[in-house]
Each structure stands twice: as structure tokens, then as C-alpha cells.
């Protein structure tokens, strides 16, 4: 193995084993890019250079031989030992530093594509999208919905459907682009949209809610007010506490800040252009909009549309709206 691999190696090795213990915040889309450059590089070496050279290396041994045969022959020795069958595939035979890099091209290239501009898996961290998505939900984004970006930089290149109310959306997050949100979209460009004591209103008008009674809640250990709400053209559950709660106002300094007005009871928002006002479906357990402000465009990760697997509970499987 040349020194260059083993230096790569080492750097990988260390990239993971900091962002595994929290010393740094790792970019896997930055991370599967690099990795599909470098084993790229290493492929086409394979291709032009390390493969060449052991096929000449076989090539050499078997001219060898032949020659060493043929001279035995002229001195009347028709039976030679010596097979170089075993030593000819040794030869050809593709080293594991090779087989773990220029090997994997294909396989880490396809997934950056996939991951890229099809599908990306996430899963929830927190609750405050119960009772919609639960904790250890694993879920799937759809990335080309909102439009196609080009990877890392997350510049959109061609554009596809608008986001719309009752979405739910993954998002990086404003106040720390190197995190991933998922939250539901409520307010779109222009809409003016008001949460004051419990009821949701855009443009003035409350958002229809039919009450489903009390559910207990296992992260909170109480139990919550369940509700089917209808957003646009999507019902969906939401949850609330059963005491409503004072708002206590927003520490952030955001974008836009100065479309939101804050009070007790709540907080009133008119969405600028480009821009999205996101609730989470756990009302009175969720850090959004109503806080951090609004979530721009360019933002957007994608829309998400099914569980594909939640270890703890296999019921979770499916589409969620």
C-alpha cells in the first residue's frame, strides 16, 4: 500500500471517529463526495495503470518460462517442474487497498446520486412531530420534489413542485445550516399566519380542527389533546397540552424578524417572499417558526412521505398522510 493511501486512510479513519465522539459536525453529503472523487481517481488508475501493470508482470513471468522451457528443450529435457498457474494469478490479483477503493467507485458513487437527487433517509431525533412521526421513526425525502439542487452546495438547478400547506418538510436549519429540521409547512409566501391561544389561523381564517379526545403520551408521560386538522388539502393529526401555555416569546434574532409581532398569547407572522413559516404537529412541544423565524428556500431539503422502518414498533411502516 503506497504512503498516499495509507495517509487517506488515516484521514478517514479520524473524520469518523471525531464525528462519532461529537468532537465536530460532520457533512455526509461532503463526506460521500470526497469519497466518490478519491475512489474514482482510484479506479481509473486501476483501469490505466495498476491493471496494466500486473497483466505485464503475468505476461513477463510466462515469456519467462516459456524461454526457460525452451532452452531446457534444446538440451534434450522434454519434463520440467514448475507450474506457474498459481504464481500467474497472484500476479494478476487485485490488491485489498485496491479492492476498498477503486472496488467500491461504483457503489459509493451510485449511493451520493441516489442520496443526492432521489431519496434521502433521515431519522427523527425528537418528538415534536408526534403524533405524525414518532422518535426512532426512520423515514425517506423525497429530494427532486421542491426541485433538483446540486449536491454539497445545494444550489437549485431545476425547478419542480411548490411547497404547500400541510407538507412535511426536512429543512437545514436556519440557525444552524449544518443540522437537519423536520417540520410541517403552515404559511407560504405572503400568507399572514397567527397562533394565539391554541388556534392556528392563516389570513385570518382559523384552520378547521376536529377534536379526537385525550391520548397519553409516552415521551411526556401525561396524557394530550388529539386533533385532526386540515391543512390545504391535507388532514393530519396534531397533539396539544391539555393546560394551554403562556408563549414566552422568542430569544432568537432571525430573519424577518420585524414581520412577527410576539406576545403572550402567541405570535403573528406575514411570511416574506421566499420564505416558509413550519410548525411542528407536537404544538406545545416543538421549537419552529413561532421562535427561530422563517425557513428560506434555499434551505429546503426535501419532502417526506413514508416510515420505512421503525425498529421498535414494525406497525410504524408506511406513508403517513
Not at 460521500?32 to 474514482?40: K, N, Q, R
Not at 490479483?93 to 451520493?112: C, E, S, Y
Request: overall charge neutral; glycine content about 8%; proline content about 5%.
Amino acid at each position: 500500500m503506497s504512503a498516499l493511501t495509507a495517509v487517506l486512510y488515516a484521514a478517514l479513519i479520524a473524520y469518523l471517529g471525531g464525528w462519532y465522539m461529537d468532537m465536530w459536525h460532520g457533512n455526509f453529503s461532503l463526506l460521500l463526495f470526497i469519497l466518490s472523487v478519491v475512489t474514482g481517481l482510484y479506479w481509473l488508475a486501476e483501469i490505466f495503470r495498476f491493471k496494466p501493470a500486473r497483466e505485464k508482470a503475468a505476461i513477463q513471468l510466462e515469456s519467462q518460462d516459456a524461454a526457460r522451457r525452451a532452452e531446457l528443450a534444446k538440451q534434450g529435457i522434454d519434463r520440467v517442474d514448475g507450474d506457474i498457474t498459481q504464481a500467474r494469478e497472484r500476479l494478476l490479483m487485485q490488491p485489498w487497498w485496491l479492492d476498498w477503493t477503486a472496488g467500491l467507485f461504483p457503489v459509493i458513487v451510485v449511493v451520493f446520486l441516489m442520496r443526492s437527487f432521489l431519496f434521502e433517509p433521515f431519522k427523527i431525533p425528537t418528538g415534536s412531530m408526534i403524533p405524525t412521526l414518532e422518535v426512532g421513526d426512520l423515514i425517506l425525502v423525497n429530494k427532486f420534489h421542491y426541485g433538483v439542487r446540486l449536491p454539497v452546495i445545494n444550489k437549485k438547478i431545476i425547478d419542480n413542485h411548490a411547497p404547500k400547506r400541510g407538507d412535511v418538510v426536512v429543512f437545514r436549519y436556519p440557525m444552524d445550516p449544518r443540522i437537519d429540521y423536520i417540520k410541517r409547512v403552515v404559511g407560504l409566501p405572503g400568507d399572514e399566519v397567527s397562533y394565539l391561544n391554541h388556534e392556528l389561523r392563516i389570513n385570518g381564517q382559523p384552520v378547521p380542527v376536529t377534536p379526537l379526545g385525550e391520548q397519553y403520551d409516552d415521551l411526556a408521560y401525561r396524557y394530550m389533546l388529539r386533533f385532526s386538522e386540515r391543512l390545504g388539502e391535507v388532514d393530519h393529526r396534531i397533539q396539544q397540552e391539555k393546560t394551554p401555555l403562556s408563549f414566552n416569546g422568542s430569544r432568537y434574532d432571525f430573519a424577518f424578524r420585524d414581520q412577527c409581532r410576539h406576545s403572550l398569547e402567541g405570535v403573528v407572522c406575514k411570511v416574506p417572499a421566499g420564505n416558509l413559516f413550519v410548525m411542528g404537529d407536537n404544538r406545545d412541544n416543538s421549537e419552529d417558526s413561532r421562535y427561530w423565524g422563517f425557513v428560506p428556500d434555499e434551505n429546503l431539503v426535501g419532502r417526506a412521505f413514508v416510515v420505512w422502518m421503525n425498529f421498535g414498533n414494525l406497525g410504524r411502516i408506511g406513508a403517513f398522510h
